[in-house]
């Protein structure tokens, strides 16, 4: 499986397959990447994509940036489920962000994704100590017209990235309090 930054070919055929609602946020994702904000990885099989996330320098949400602001997967999607192909691209993402120079990397999870979660912990995922996080987003028509507006609450998990990319043993507690103590 090959897991990279997309082209601007791919995410035009992205968009082109896309309904409206997800039209908008494809183009979203490719305007990060554009601004150098982050990076929109597309998971390939045998020419297929069967997988994306945004791999962000920054957390999207302002209270995790404000404690420790680690680098974030974010709208992790496999098209195609229990084929190895979410843990591939969080193995990825763990190993371009650990590029980066930054000590964490943290995702949300919502509170009803039970197999995600466990897909999260299972690679080394903890809790961090600070509050639940609202993951915030607007369902939009073809012409951009906000139909729905979503607030979905979540866990905020962690990883140490020195761990992400070295090993599968358990992260140190100590570095995922909210507060940055021990």
Known sequence: MDISP????????????AGPAAQHHLRARWETQQRGDGLFL???R?????????????SYYAEV???LDPVEINALHAFVP???VGTAIIRAAEEIAGSWSRPLIGLAVGLDNHGARRLYERLGYEPWDGPQVIDTWTEQDADGNVVR????PCDYLLKPLSQAVSDD??????????DGSA
């Open 6 to 17: 997309a082209t601007q070919a791919e995410v035009d055929q992205l968009i082109a397959a």
């Open 42 to 44: 597309l998971a390939r």
């Open 46 to 58: 045998d020419g297929e994509i069967v997988g994306q996330t945004m791999l962000l320098h920054h």
């Open 65 to 67: 940036r404000a404690a």
């Open 82 to 84: 229990n084929q190895g």
């Open 149 to 152: 507006t979503h607030a979905d």
């Open 169 to 178: 043993s358990p992260p140190d507690p100590a570095a995922l309090r909210a």
